[in-house]
């Protein structure tokens, strides 16, 4: 049997999807033998109504007292979901019919709900057609995410990290946390590159802490299950309740749709798309980086470096006209939302020079706005500058932006093999 739920938290008043998920991990041995680990999937991450980062669960238990874990799940949503918060809408999804067509429906829709908008209907729909026992609360559209859950549980084959989820004791929710950052960056030196996003050295931050009131110590990412639960195990912090190692679609980029030009783009999607630098990058309040990227049918649209992304900023500001790039990144407001940055070949870069003198191969000087340039000493003339190609202060290559900003299931460049990678750390 598959059991996925979603929506159950709320921004302001704590709780956690995955906290619902380890909980049920742990209590559903009363009623059977729970299979393999349990999901944490990541959807579209541009969708408005997410808490914070999109987030469903999903769980397989082998048992012959199927209406005692419903009866125990349903239970355990109803005293935990944030029902008060107006933008909470739990649903959960029980999966028993395991055939061919159903787990080729879900699968699917697995697909489409991390890379496209789903309506709450259109879920619906899929629920009837595959005879699914399912709950929706309130406006029902934590469904579209326990669906998914089922989708990916039912269709294995999607690349891959994991995630070792420390949970607080339920007395300390909403205080500050304990965690001594010095053991988290001992941990990190020791597994990384194997996991990552413990820390973001460049923004000296440790990134690895949530800051929100919900259940969770902290997260580990990483390559697979030993890793992380190693990097875990050097931790020094608060007394935990309970932990949970989630298989999950976070750093897969599942999320992004590789597309052709600028007219296949649509408002709350991901993608990759390759074109060139269009207008100098320039500075607005707010400290966000913008450039227009053309593509090679000629159109153009805005790309964004939000101040967010720190010390990604940087390396936006010295991309030039025409240099050849391939963008990564989410479309709002008809905006690219730059996750990563593939620099193909750079533009050359030259500058205004007074011209030699041909006799004494000294630089003449000026001799006033457009009246071009003379050599003093030998009265040598030159009607124009010459340019002078200048040194690019970047190299090609894949970079992104920094551990403090990344998107759940952006892929970091520690993961991606075989390419020119600038990893950020
Ligand atoms: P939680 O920990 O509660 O899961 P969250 O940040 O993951 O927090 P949710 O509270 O789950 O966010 O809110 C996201 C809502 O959007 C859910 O109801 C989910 O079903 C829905 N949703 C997820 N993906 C899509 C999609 N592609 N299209 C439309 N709705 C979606």
Redesign the pocket.
């Known amino acids: 049997m598959i059991i996925s739920f979603?929506?159950?938290?709320s921004r302001s008043l704590g709780m956690?999807?995955?906290y619902l998920g380890a909980l049920l991990m742990d209590e559903l041995k009363a009623y059977g033998k729970p299979v393999g680990l349990p999901l944490l999937i990541r959807?579209?991450p541009t969708?408005p109504?997410?808490?914070?980062?999109?987030?469903?669960v999903a769980i397989k238990i082998e048992t012959s007292e199927r209406e005692k874990v419903k009866k125990h799940v349903i239970q355990r949503i109803e005293e935990l979901a944030q029902m008060e918060d107006e933008?909470?809408?739990p649903?959960v999804v029980f999966l028993e019919n395991n055939n061919e067509e159903v787990k080729n429906v879900l699968a699917a829709f697995f697909k489409r709900?991390v890379q496209?908008?789903?309506t709450i209907r259109q879920a619906k729909e899929i629920i009837e057609k595959c005879e699914l026992d399912a709950r929706g609360y309130k406006n029902g559209?934590?469904?579209?995410?326990a669906l998914?859950g089922c989708g990916a549980m039912l269709e294995e084959k999607w690349d891959h990290t994991y995630e070792y989820l420390s949970y607080r004791q339920k007395e300390t929710w909403g205080t500050q946390r304990f965690v001594d950052e010095n053991s988290v960056i001992r941990a990190d030196d020791a597994t990384y590159p194997n996991t990552w996003d413990n820390r973001d050295i460049a923004n000296n931050l440790v990134v690895c802490i949530p800051h929100s009131p919900d259940p969770v110590l902290y997260g580990i990412r990483g390559k697979t299950p030993e890793y992380v639960s190693h990097a875990a195990s050097m931790i020094e912090g608060e007394v935990t309740e309970r932990y949970a190692i989630y298989k999950t679609n976070q750093g897969t980029d599942m999320h992004l749709i590789p597309a052709e030009s600028i007219s296949n783009l649509q408002d709350m999607e991901s993608y990759i798309i390759q074109g060139f630098v269009a207008s100098t990058p320039r500075t607005i309040e707010g400290g966000h980086t913008l450039f227009l990227f053309r593509d090679k049918e000629g159109e153009e649209m805005e790309c964004a470096a939000f101040e967010p992304t720190k010390n990604f900023r940087e390396l936006i500001r010295k991309l030039i006209p025409g240099d050849h790039i391939t963008l990564h990144g989410s479309v709002k407001n008809k905006t690219l939302n730059i996750e990563k940055i593939d620099v193909i070949e750079l533009a050359e870069k030259c500058r205004k020079v007074n011209p030699l003198c041909p006799e004494c191969k000294k630089r003449m000087k000026s001799t006033g706005k457009g009246q071009g340039y003379r050599c003093r000493r030998c009265k040598t003339q030159a009607d124009t500058a010459i340019r002078s190609k200048v040194e690019r202060e970047i190299k090609t290559g894949m970079y992104e932006v920094p551990p403090c900003a990344r998107r759940h299931l952006s892929m970091p460049l520690v993961r991606k093999r075989g390419k020119d990678t600038h990893p950020s750390r």
Do not use: E, Y
């Open positions: 979603d929506d159950t938290d956690c999807t995955t959807l579209n969708i109504f997410k808490t914070r980062g999109n987030a469903a933008n909470t809408n649903g709900t496209h908008v789903i559209r934590g469904l579209i995410g998914a």
